[in-house]
């Protein structure tokens, strides 16, 4: 249940309360980093808050389900923050879905509210024509920025049980239609201090995470643990994975932990001079959703 208490926002143990610990605590470190840009732990806080009271101010609140239809990128996850400071229910959508399939998401889940990204504004809107319950739209991009600028800092006075549903994520590789998969924020929380104990990450990584899209369980996952323990979450853009851009990334980024699929890590290591690369901040590369061969784990140790 989530229920009003004055003053309580960061004791908890949800997303939310991690971010605004981390604001307190180390508020120029930097959260997320895309493309050259980034925000830190303290920008990051005051946007989320913005974003959330923007949202209440639309009617959205505990328990609603808020809808987000976005490419990779720093507001997604502010998107993702901000529904669970309200106490809300995140429903990330796959944006490779067609305007009827995003329908069917948005109705099944019962979302009253959608944060789409400018260049799916279109399909948002078709979708939207078939989803009665959603009542509110937030178009990443000038409409975005508008609303969080007009928002207040003032935080929320609204603590969010542990066990109550923080995302609904739609399943893939089922038969029929997509199925809601609940997640609770103990959930979220004792995933991120499962790769934590496993892999051993500490707040000096950098975690890079592109083999999965944000609407994806893997990329969701994989920026828990940074946030759990005041690292850097790395993203990459969406779309046509390309082996050079993902090097780049690294070294510019000076990545410490990244996650690939089989594929996309044979891709990496066939890019000519790798060798050459400055990756000694490496320290951990890990790889799922297919078998990785013998020969390729052998090559990933030779490379890195």
């Given amino acids: 249940m989530s229920v009003p208490i004055p003053t309580l926002q960061g ?30 732990y303290g920008e990051l806080d005051d946007r989320v808050t913005r974003l959330a009271r923007a949202l209440r101010q639309r009617g959205v609140g505990p328990g609603d389900r808020i809808a987000v239809l976005a490419l990779n990128g720093m507001e997604t996850w502010e998107s993702y923050l901000a529904g669970v400071r309200l106490g809300a229910i995140v429903v990330p959508v796959n944006f490779r879905l067609v305007a009827d399939e995003v329908a069917y998401v948005l109705t099944d889940s019962g979302a009253v509210a959608l944060v789409v990204d400018a260049p799916m504004a279109e399909l948002g809107a078709k979708a939207r024509e078939q989803a009665p319950s959603v009542t509110t739209t937030l178009v990443i991009g000038a409409e975005y920025e508008e609303a969080l600028a007009a928002a207040g800092t003032e935080p929320l006075d609204v603590v ?36 934590i104990t496993t892999l051993g990450w500490d707040p000096d990584d950098r975690v890079g995470v592109p083999g999965a899209p944000l609407f994806h369980i893997a990329g969701l996952a994989g ?10 979450n790395v993203i990459l853009r969406s779309g046509a ?5 993902t090097l780049d990334m690294m070294e510019r980024e000076r990545v410490s932990s990244i996650f690939l699929v089989p594929a996309m890590w044979a891709a990496v290591l066939a890019v000519p001079g ?19 061969s013998t020969t390729l784990l052998r090559s990933l140790i030779d490379a890195f």
């Fill in 11 to 40: 004791r908890g143990m949800t997303m939310s309360d991690q971010l605004a610990r981390w604001s307190r605590t180390t508020p120029d470190t930097p959260a997320l980093r895309f493309e050259g840009a980034g925000r830190s």
């Fill in 223 to 232: 920026g828990l643990p940074p946030l759990l323990l005041g690292g850097t």
């Fill in 274 to 292: 790798i060798a050459d690369r400055d990756l000694s901040h490496l320290r951990r590369v890990s790889w799922g959703a297919a078998p990785a």
């Fill in 241 to 245: 994975f390309d082996p050079a851009e």
């Fill in 160 to 195: 969010v049980d542990e066990d109550e549903p923080a995302f609904l994520m739609y399943t893939s590789g089922t038969t029929g239609r997509p199925k809601g998969a609940v997640l609770t924020h103990r959930n979220l929380v004792l995933h991120a201090f499962s790769q």
